[in-house]
């Protein structure tokens, strides 16, 4: 079995992506995302008009004394500051996974989907010629990546009507004297660091494309059982991370796989980790880098571990299924996850406030559903608290279907909202302000319905958080220069570029990351409880990460490196059972082998593999053919 | 190994559905539900015939004969091991059992269980997702199936070891307004307990029963009549719901519809909610419309029996046994313009049964009053459970190697159990209430280890593949579990070496090898 790490990502909006070969003779793609914050090199439409004008004639100057003037021109641009101008005016195009156009599209087996996140570059995959992969993803992923993928299309027209037709020969950035001239910076984003990365942008998908992808998509409800060939048994469990995000088990007949993703312990909003499930597996794959900041505690912060590190003895016991030990234990991971969360918002919101005091409009580029639910909860409690009357709005092409989602999927929610439901009230309360009149929801930010019910300061959800597509452009250039505004990103983009087309820019920004992070004791213990015989790591975190603790020497451990392949030792024992069908064991003709107590038969029969084992049934052509104990 | 069904209600018989079944050692209870027809011990199972500790209890689905007595149960019996049951399912039972206990209470009637009973019990339950495989202890497997029916009604896979079964619950074979029909994989079982409310109906075309339904409550409001739906709260009231809200707003139709209880109006947010256990139409169009957002029925109190001028009115009890429908029925019942529906399943002793029955004439309602019933009387013909022909359907599907009927009316119950034999060769049980049926299951296999030469002449890929097919409508056409068939010529080249009682799978050679080494000596 081979590991190659495609891409090791950025965090949760763009996630890692992988490829597993010859498991049990299969290759399997673990997710295929979209790094949307590349959209960063290229500049926002509509830009006003003079912007356009101008950016359109720096080109054209650029280009005449490119030959005169080359050195002088690329001194200039290490000089002076980055400009909105220098960014490219072109028409969208999206950045796949390095690398994955490079795969045979053909030759992959299988897809398995991790998250939303995961699924956005699908489209471009399953309309490559030769694609016949199953793919594999949770029914609410599925779904939430649906609307998300719809609503990068509807954003995206605008732009391309603003640019018109496309040309053909590629656009003209990507030509090399372009890129030439193209400030470093930006041009690290367009062909990576190593100059490789220029093959993997596209223009985006089309509708049909994503009706084609959902439709090739088999999703799964948690825990629930695919069986990939009757080879491989495949599973999805909660991740904790995001409404539908999972873990994926991969049982073979001499193999089994856990692949754990960006996780957390515990989401206000989304069903919790579900680590237990992962228990007895071989090889544990380790995908997510978000291990790094727990990595810093261990040297400086281990006294304050959730778990007594005395306490081995009642670890152990709760691997062996103890119940009551194991709900202790669990409990103890999830609060701190909750306690860091809930002051990260808290402060979030103490922002928000201080700016509509002020007189200054929000503007929310929301890009896990997760912090929109929460905040679209926590923020019209502070404003009750004012008695200010300051309207919430969501504006996006699909936030009507995307709400009214949230609210009929209580199999994939946390403990406390299911329990809300149980009690009969709706899971977020979002439909409750609505009817209040205290949030609007829009489609469109030209819709006329906006138009009447407009009222400043407001604090408006709206994607995306590139900033380079959807209402959020316009917003941003509204409120850019008023110092009362607040924007909110959330990580992932390079605010420094991000933010360059709004410049000079009054309003203030706040980046947040809101994944929690993991403190050691949760992965030690983690680990202890999956007990795996090999832990393959990013290689990130070799420096960092210590295992010399007794509790953990158990398994070896095996770093890969982003862009190489690594070949994972195969399983040690690898005897595999057989099941015979009675039937067929009655009709055994034992013949002896020369010592008394060894004896041999003849086998026959159909040979099947299903569920990951081999069986020996009785097929048509033994049973009839052969009618048995007289041959031989 | 066997598998051994001990039968505590529902045996020959509708209503108290439960059965304990032991496999392979492990004891599950299927359902825990009460008899309405009676009111004294009988209204129970008899709980004190189970031998052993239950490894855990599973209900179906809200209906009372199928969960009335689980509050009972599990404080008189301090039962506290795990109940499972599906998300709608523990939203709606609640509701059920709350209503029950008020209109018992309000009949001057005491009940076995309290309020406070009810919301202990709840909190035990583990919530189960369809399709789910839920691992109960390191050898108890087992997984919902969707049964159509109610909303959140499943059956449910079991498996321990090599034994494994299925019990279906109630469950509708053909889709209806509101839900979808029954979906389960293609199993390799030893046992089906099947419910056979309607072991020898064979229904026709459910769109023309509805049609039928339309007219007559049409007709009569029409002439200025009340209709009065006795309905459960739950379940059919939704179906009917969307039955007529659709065919208000079609023919423009004012007159109100109301509905009475609270009850009603608390189920109608959770079934706003429980979209992913709705048809496929309703999951289609939520976005846009939930159709469970009516624009035509509204709530109302007890008032209503006395206003003047045509209505419809949904009211509980479904059967006539009580509450505001039977209120509702002494007022109107004298009337010719007024139309009463009666649900297609009416305990034997309620009024329901009795109207039923045909004759228009006099009708004790107590002991000692007596109504002359001159309204009309409209059976609904459409059912939430399925035909023979779905159980049939359904057994041929399975093809288990044992099957059980339980939940049906005696006489039909064998007469299907005779077609079963006949027509499908397997054997069947219909077991009364306290009788255990013992099923014998054979070891299914012999277990045997591998060598690596097996193993790879195995997986040569010389061979045959082709997958079984799975042609039924049962499971979607892109199941993937359909085992992939290795059509193997040389599994006539492998040899099973038994040495000291254990087996080895090796290839010839590997045998000769052997040999050889033997003979030297
Ligand atoms: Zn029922
Ligand atoms: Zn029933």
New binding site residues.
């Given amino acids: 079995m081979k590991l190659t790490c495609l891409s090791s990502g950025s965090g949760y909006q763009f996630p890692p992506c992988h490829i597993l070969e010859d498991v049990c003779g299969f290759r399997i793609l673990l997710d295929c995302p979209l790094d949307l914050s590349a959209l960063s090199v290229f500049s926002p439409v509509p830009p006003d008009n003079d912007f356009v004008s101008d950016g359109k004639a720096s080109y054209d100057s650029a280009r005449d004394c490119f030959d005169k003037e080359q050195e002088i021109q690329k001194r200039q641009k290490i000089e002076t500051p980055l400009h909105g101008k220098d960014l490219i005016h072109d028409e969208l195009w999206y950045k796949t996974v390095k690398n994955l156009h490079l795969w045979d599209p053909s030759s992959i087996d299988v897809v398995l989907i991790s998250s939303v996140m995961g699924m956005l570059g699908l489209p471009f995959l399953t309309r490559a010629e030769g694609f016949s992969a199953k793919i594999y993803a949770t029914d609410a992923a599925a779904r939430l990546a649906r609307l998300m993928m719809e609503d990068l299309i509807a954003m995206n027209m605008e732009y391309q009507y603003f640019y018109g037709p496309r040309e053909s020969g590629g656009p003209h950035w990507m030509r090399w004297e372009e890129l030439e001239l193209l400030r470093p910076e930006l041009k690290k984003v367009v062909v990576g660091k190593d100059g490789t990365e220029l093959g993997g942008w596209l223009p985006l998908y089309s509708s049909a494309d994503v009706m084609d992808c959902m439709r090739k998509v088999q999703t799964l409800k948690y825990a629930e059982t695919a069986c990939y060939n009757g080879t491989l048994v495949l599973q999805p469990f909660s991740s904790g991370s995001e409404i539908g995000s999972c873990n994926w088990t991969i049982d073979g007949p001499k193999r089994n796989i856990a692949w754990l993703s960006c996780s957390i312990f515990a989401s206000a909003h989304a069903m919790n980790f579900d680590y237990g499930a992962l228990r007895g597996r071989d090889l544990v794959l380790y995908s997510d880098k978000q291990f790094l900041p727990l990595m810093d505690e261990v040297q400086s912060n281990d006294a304050s571990s959730t778990i007594p590190s005395n306490d081995l003895s009642s670890l152990s016991r709760y691997c062996s299924a103890d119940k009551d030990d194991w709900k202790e234990l669990t409990e103890s991971l999830l609060s701190t996850d909750e306690i860091l969360e809930k002051e990260k918002m808290d402060f979030i919101c103490s922002c928000i406030l201080q700016s509509v005091q002020a007189g200054g409009s929000v503007v929310i580029p929301y890009n896990r559903l997760g912090i929109l639910l929460q905040l679209l909860e926590m923020i019209p409690v502070l404003l009750e608290s004012l008695a200010a009357d300051v309207p919430i709005y969501v504006i996006s092409s699909m936030a009507a279907e995307l709400l009214a989602f949230t609210n009929v999927i209580p199999e994939w929610a946390s403990k406390p909202r299911q329990e809300k439901m149980f009690s009969g009230e709706p899971m977020f309360s979002h439909v409750d302000l609505v009817n209040k009149r205290k949030l609007h929801v829009f489609s469109a930010i030209h819709s006329p319905e906006l138009l009447t019910t407009w009222q400043e300061p407001c604090i408006i959800f709206a994607p995306h958080w590139s900033l380079r597509l959807g209402p959020v452009v316009h917003l941003l250039r509204r409120w850019s220069g008023d110092e009362n505004s607040l924007l909110i990103l959330e990580d992932g983009v390079d605010p420094d570029i991000a933010l360059l087309p709004f410049k000079p820019l009054e309003m203030k920004v706040l980046q947040c990351s809101f994944l929690p992070e993991r403190r050691l004791p949760k992965v030690d213990c983690m680990l202890k409880l999956l007990q795996p015989k090999i832990l393959v790591l990013p290689d990130d975190l070799k420096e960092k990460l210590d295992f010399s603790n007794p509790s953990l020497d158990s398994f070896s451990v095996l770093y890969y490196t982003e862009g190489e392949t690594l070949s994972l030792p195969s399983s040690p024992e690898g005897t595999l059972d057989l099941e015979i069908a009675s039937v067929l064991a009655e009709r055994f003709a034992w013949q002896n082998l020369g010592r008394q107590d060894v004896m041999y038969t003849r086998l026959e029969g159909e040979l099947v593999m299903e569920q990951g084992k081999f069986r020996l049934l009785p097929g048509i052509t033994s049973a009839d053919s052969h009618p048995s104990k007289n041959k031989e | 190994m066997s598998i051994n069904c001990l039968v505590l209600g ?1 045996g020959q018989e ?1 209503g108290k ?1 439960c059965v304990v079944v032991t496999i392979n050692g492990k004891r599950i209870m299927f359902d825990c ?1 009460m008899h309405m027809g009676h009111h004294d011990d009988k209204r129970y199972p008899d709980f004190a015939l189970i031998d052993g500790p239950l490894d855990c209890v599973i209900i179906t ?1 809200f ?1 009372l ?2 969960i009335g007595a689980l509050p009972y149960f599990t404080k008189e019996y301090s039962y506290n091991g795990p109940i499972y049951m599906t998300y709608p399912t523990k939203a709606l039972a609640p509701l059920m059992l709350e209503d029950f206990m008020k209109v018992t209470v309000g009949r001057g009637g005491e009940e076995k269980f309290t309020t406070d009973d009810i919301s202990e019990c709840m909190k035990k339950v583990t919530l189960v997702d369809l399709k789910q495989t839920i691992q109960v202890d390191k050898d108890l497997q087992i997984r919902a199936y969707y049964a159509g029916h109610v909303l959140g009604a499943a059956m449910f896979y079991a498996k321990v070891g090599d034994a494994s079964m299925v019990y279906t ?2 469950y509708n074979m053909t889709p209806d307004r509101h839900l979808g029909a029954a979906q389960i994989d293609r199993l390799e079982l030893d046992l089906v307990i099947s ?1 056979s ?1 309607y072991a020898t109906t064979v229904r026709d075309s459910r769109y023309a029963r509805e049609r039928e339904f339309l007219q007559a409550v049409h007709e009569c409001v029409e002439g200025g009549g009340k209709v009065l739906v006795p309905t459960f709260a739950l379940g059919r009231a939704q179906e009917l719901f969307i039955l007529l809200d659709d065919y208000w707003e079609r023919m423009n139709l004012k007159v109100p519809i109301y509905f009475s209880s609270g009850l009603t109006k608390q189920a109608n947010i959770y079934y706003k909610t429980f979209m992913s256990w709705t048809s496929q139409k309703i999951k289609d169009t939520y976005a846009m419309h939930n159709a469970f957002n009516f624009k035509h029925v509204v709530s109302s109190d007890r008032s209503v029996i006395n206003t003047v001028g045509p209505c419809v009115l949904f009211a509980t009890s479904g059967m006539l046994s009580g509450g505001l429908s039977l209120e509702a029925f002494k007022k109107w019942a004298p009337f010719e313009e007024n139309l009463v529906t009666l649900p297609g399943y009416c305990v034997a002793g309620t009024i329901g049964h009795k109207l039923a029955a045909g004759k228009r004439t006099r009708i004790y309602v107590d002991s000692d009053s007596q109504i002359d019933v001159r309204c009309n009387i409209h059976q609904l013909a459409f059912s939430a459970h399925t035909d023979s022909k779905g159980i049939m359907d359904l057994l041929k599907f399975l093809s288990p190697k044992h099957v059980m009927l339980v ?1 049906g009316e005696r006489p039909s119950m064998f007469r299907l159990k005779d077609k079963i034999k006949s027509e499908m060769g397997i054997e069947c049980d219909v077991p009364a209430n306290g009788e255990t049926v013992k099923i014998p299951c054979a070891t299914l296999h012999v277990k045997a280890r591998t060598s690596d030469a097996f193993v790879k002449s195995c997986q040569s890929s010389n061979f045959r593949l082709s997958r079984c097919s799975t042609s039924s409508g049962l499971v979607a056409s892109t199941d993937p579990c359909s085992p992939l068939l290795v059509s193997d010529d040389r599994v006539g080249e492998a040899v099973l070496l038994l040495d000291q009682s254990k087996a080895k799978a090796m290839h010839q050679d590997e045998l000769q090898f052997l040999m050889s080494v033997e003979e030297k000596p």
Wanted: aromatic share 0%; no cysteine.
């Fill in positions: 529902a509708v559905s539900g689905h209906h004969d199928h619950g109630d419910e409310t939940h």
